[in-house]
């Protein structure tokens, strides 16, 4: 990263693909992305290996310097593609 200079060649993407297979043998598969950019700096070390230097699209800080509110609203690539299957099996259950 050395090289890369310009915010627009630090562009990161976060991606969780979920798949569900059920009994019956339907396949959901769901994805959830936080886009952002590795700053320029290490922040504090800690929790996973990319919260030092991950900038969530919007931010100014990395995830490890974020409190647990602005981590759940920004940092949610998972949730977001584990809500998703959830949606799916809740209409194949008739419950939504």
Same mark, same amino acid.
């Given at each position: 990263?050395?090289?890369? +200079?310009? !915010?627009e060649e630090r562009t990161a993407t976060f991606?969780?693909?979920l798949t569900c !297979? @059920? +009994?019956n043998g339907k396949k959901i598969v769901k994805k959830? +992305?936080? *886009?952002?950019?590795?700053?320029?700096e290490i922040s504090k070390l800690g929790g996973l290996t990319y919260n030092p230097v991950? !900038?969530? +699209?919007g931010f100014n800080k990395t995830i490890i310097e974020m *409190? *647990?509110?602005?981590?759940? %609203?920004?940092?949610n690539h998972r949730m977001v593609a584990l809500e998703l299957v959830i949606e799916d099996i809740k %209409? @194949? @259950?008739n419950l939504s």
């Open positions: 990263m050395e090289g890369a +200079k310009n !915010i991606v969780c693909v !297979i @059920l +009994k959830g +992305k936080t *886009d952002g950019y590795i700053s320029y991950f !900038i969530p +699209k *409190d *647990d509110e602005e981590f759940n %609203k920004v940092h %209409k @194949l @259950l």
